[in-house]
C-alpha cells in the first residue's frame, strides 16, 4: 500500500512563494515518476508538474513553466514543488501522484490547500 502525504500549503499574497512537500511511505519510491496535480471546485483535476523516476526529466503544464520548479529527494522518498511568483488563479488544493509525469498513476495523497491573495 503505498501512502503519499502532502505538507506546505497555506495562505500567500501574489508574488510570494510556497514549497510543497509529499512525502511517500514505500520502498519503490526511487522506480515511480512523480506528479503535482491541483483541482478548485466545480473543475477537474489538472496537471501542474512531473518528475521522472531519477530527477533528470520534468515536464510543467504551460501556466506554471518558468514559475515552479518540481524536484525529488529519493534518499528521503521526498517530492517537492517550488511555487514562486505566485497568482491569485494558482488557488486550488494540490495532490502529489505516484505513477506518472503528465498522465496520473493510481496513488494520491490527500491534498494541501494552497491560496494566494490578491
Known sequence: QVQLVESGGGLV???GS???????STRTFSGF??????QVPGKEREFVAGINYSGDRTDYADSVKGRFVISRDNGKKTV????NSLKTEDTAVYYCNQGGMRNPGAY??????VTVSS
Open 13 to 15: 499574497q501574489a508574488g
Open 18 to 24: 510556497l514549497r510543497l512537500s509529499c512525502r511517500a
Open 33 to 38: 515518476a512523480m506528479g503535482w496535480h491541483r
Open 80 to 83: 517537492y514543488l517550488q511555487m
Open 108 to 113: 494520491w495523497g490527500q491534498g494541501t490547500q
